[in-house]
């Protein structure tokens, strides 16, 4: 039982554009969101995060989105570079998970000079 | 600076065999937490502890065990080890009690199990 599903497994894009990935969830408890980005050999850092009480949060080039009623979460970031190519997990967290993640499967984004 | 640090970062081992990795990390976090990364999966959660002498299971925890007889430390232990746990484990730990907090991950660690 998938909680937080990633369904693009890839996502290829042109330096400089804009890069969005996207995350669903099915867990009505979940009220606190994050993102991660991995590079090969290392773990993972932390990117961004949402409350559930909000539905944007900004940091820099990085925009998260959240819409509660689609149960979904998108992260763009603009403009795209080639230092951003690495995997992104999405997280969730919430109800009685208290203080633990579930993750997404992850996406592995590449970005082309 | 304060970090998290896994050992061995690489092992090789044979089926049936006991297994430990080890996890350290020096922010003096109370939350400390075993991830395992496959392929199609993502990380999942083999077991947690919210301090000394806590331990709970999480989504994947047959075949592991932990302990957690210090805030700094929580080795994993596979008790014998089978193909199926052949993956990337990553520990990580949280300062947040009662919250999601951010999770600092160490490198990870690779174990192969033939």
């Known amino acids: 039982d998938q909680q937080v599903k990633q369904n693009s497994p890839s996502l290829s894009v042109q330096e400089g554009r804009i890069s969005i990935l996207n995350c669903d969830y099915t867990n009505s408890m979940f009220d606190y969101f994050l993102w991660y980005k991995k590079y090969p050999a290392e773990g993972p850092t932390f990117l961004i995060s949402?409350?559930?009480?909000?539905d944007k949060n900004e940091d820099g080039r990085f925009t998260v989105f959240l819409n509660k009623s689609a149960k979904h979460l998108s992260l763009h970031i603009v403009p795209s570079q080639p230092g951003d190519s690495a995997v992104y997990f999405c997280?969730?967290?919430?109800?009685?998970?208290?203080?633990?993640?579930?993750f997404g499967q992850g996406t592995i984004l590449t970005v082309h000079p | 600076d304060a970090e998290i640090t896994q050992s061995p970062r690489h092992k090789i081992t044979e089926t049936g065999r006991q297994v430990t990795l080890a996890c350290h990390q020096t922010w003096n976090h109370n939350n400390m937490f075993w991830y395992r990364q496959d392929l199609g999966h993502g990380l999942r959660l083999i077991h947690y502890?919210?301090?000394?002498?806590?331990?709970n299971k999480g989504e994947v925890s047959d075949g592991y065990s932990v302990s957690r007889s210090n805030t700094e430390d929580l080795p994993l232990t596979l008790e014998s080890a089978a193909s199926s746990q052949t993956s990337v484990y990553f520990c990580?730990?949280?300062?947040?009690?009662?919250?999601?907090?951010?999770?600092?991950f160490g490198e990870g660690s690779r174990l192969t199990v033939l």
């Open positions: 502890s919210y301090g000394v002498h806590d331990t």
């Open positions: 949402i409350s559930s009480i909000k």
């Open positions: 997280a969730a967290a919430g109800g009685t998970s208290y203080g633990k993640l579930t």
């Open positions: 990580a730990s949280s300062e947040v009690f009662g919250s999601t907090g951010e999770l600092f």
